[in-house]
């Protein structure tokens, strides 16, 4: 961690900007309504090859939530993101943790792999720590969904030049 890597296209989409449009909370079912409840994506800051495409991750033992990973442009085929999914997985393990690292993986008292009669036990409260052991699936945002989700507030969350950012430090200074 904290390695220093050259600057990629993907790096200008705004990272605040995609958390805002994308880590919105909604109620997840994975079967049926009594298994539903809060839940809010994540998107990472690890990001690889030139980061304009992302990829959503979601592990067998905490779906529907999913985290978010900026991918090369190029990983849209499943081969390809199966060639490197380890290398996402380990990147989110690194960034949010690893879920359940101590627990069992079946609970014998609620006859569930989510417990509730002990609260350490739920992977859910330890969100966004990734619990991948069970595997995971993974699926695209869409450049037009993004797109549609930022709306007209698209220009406010774009960054900002340099030259921008400079002029209204020095007008912070001089007021």
């Given at each position: 961690m ?7 296209i ?10 805002d ?5 909604f ?11 809060p ?7 690890a ?11 979601s592990?067998i ?9 900026r991918v ?10 199966y ?8 990147a989110i393990?690194?960034e ?16 569930d ?18 619990e991948a ?21 698209a220009?406010?969350?774009l960054p900002?030049s340099?030259?921008e950012?400079?002029l ?5 200074e001089?007021?």
């Amino acid at each position: 961690m904290g390695e220093r890597r050259e600057m990629v296209i993907g790096d200008l989409l705004n990272l605040q900007m995609l958390k805002d449009v994308i880590e919105v909370e909604f109620i997840g079912s994975l079967w049926v309504e009594g298994d539903s409840g809060p839940m809010t994506p994540y998107v990472c800051e690890a990001s690889f090859g030139d980061g304009l495409h992302l990829l959503t991750i979601s592990t067998i033992n905490q779906r529907p939530n999913y985290h978010v990973v900026r991918v090369d442009s190029t990983w849209e085929r499943d081969d390809t993101i199966y060639e490197n999914i380890d290398d996402v997985i380990y990147a989110i393990e690194d960034e949010c943790g690893r879920a359940g690292r101590d627990v069992e993986p079946y609970c014998s008292n609620c006859l569930d792999s989510c417990c509730t009669c002990r609260p350490d036990y739920e992977t859910r409260e330890d969100w966004p720590a990734i619990e991948a052991d069970g595997g995971c699936s993974w699926g695209h945002i869409r450049w037009d969904w993004l797109l549609k989700a930022i709306g007209g507030n698209a220009a406010e969350c774009l960054p900002r030049s340099w030259a921008e950012i400079y002029l209204s430090k020095i007008n912070s200074e001089a007021a």
